[in-house]
Nanobody
Framework: VQLQASGGGLVQPGGSMALSCPAS????????MAWYRQAPEKQRELVAS???????SYADAVKGRFTISRDNDKPTTYLQMNGLKAEDTAIYYC???????????????WGKGTQVTVSS
């Protein structure tokens, strides 16, 4: 199973950016999907999560600006980021809890990070 985050880059303050993270490989079902980020010299932090039923949760710092979504058919999670600020600069990682077989265990998978830089 692989998660491949993409969509990062350089954006000006106040701008928007969309990240996507498709899951591929042997997948029976996917539970929670999420986005984390890690800024230089800071710990990795949860940005947003979405359950398999579509319930969402956001860090206070991004509420009202970021939107997480998922497409279970693809299967992919997305992060739409609006009103970006310099403090949003970080490496963004996608996360998913996946079961590879009907009777298998749930396992956590991480995608490789994608750099988001907010700067003028």
């Amino acid at each position: 199973v692989q998660l491949q985050a993409s969509g990062g880059g350089l954006v000006q303050p106040g701008g928007s950016m969309a990240l996507s993270c498709p899951a591929s490989g042997s997948i029976f079902s996917i539970g929670t999907m999420a986005w984390y980020r890690q800024a230089p010299e800071k710990q990795r932090e949860l940005v947003a999560s979405i359950s398999d039923g579509g319930s969402t949760s956001y860090a206070d710092a991004v509420k009202g600006r970021f939107t997480i979504s998922r497409d279970n058919d693809k299967p992919t999670t997305y992060l739409q980021m609006n009103g970006l600020k310099a403090e949003d600069t970080a490496i963004y990682y996608c996360y998913a809890v996946i079961r590879e077989r009907r009777w298998g265990n749930w396992q956590i998978y991480w995608g490789k990070g994608t750099q988001v830089t907010v700067s003028s």
